[in-house]
Nanobody, 121 residues
């Protein structure tokens, strides 16, 4: 059983910073990629940032230069450092990981439970 446990959300003033963490636990052989998504008003999940096992990153245009994704492969953990936060960043953020349970096996998608980020103006 694989779990993704998120932490670090909360309330912050505009211009402030938050750091989200997501730790994967359970039967894990490899994870590629790890990512953060956020919920849209239409209840979709939009990609915020992703990072591969070799460190390649990708960001949504709306967060480039403000957010930084990183990961600790040894701890199966991904982080999202969010700086210069804006009220429009307010929503639920979800951790995502594509996980292989054993060598040669298939990858399976996993989601965290979501963490609320609220930015006040």
């Amino acid at each position: 059983q694989v779990q993704l446990v998120e932490s670090g959300g909360g309330l912050v003033q505009a211009g402030g910073s938050l750091r989200l963490s997501c730790a994967a636990s359970g039967s894990i052989f490899s994870i590629d990629p790890m990512a953060w998504y956020r919920q849209t008003p239409g209840n979709q999940r939009d990609l915020v940032a992703s990072i591969t096992s070799d460190g390649s990153t990708n960001y949504a245009d709306s967060v480039k230069g403000r957010f930084t994704i990183s990961r600790d492969n040894a701890k199966n953990t991904v982080f999202l450092q969010m700086n210069s936060l804006r009220p429009e960043d307010t929503t639920v953020y979800y951790c995502y990981a594509r996980i292989r349970y054993n060598s040669g096996g298939n990858y399976f998608r996993h989601w965290g439970q979501g963490t609320q980020v609220t930015v006040s103006s």
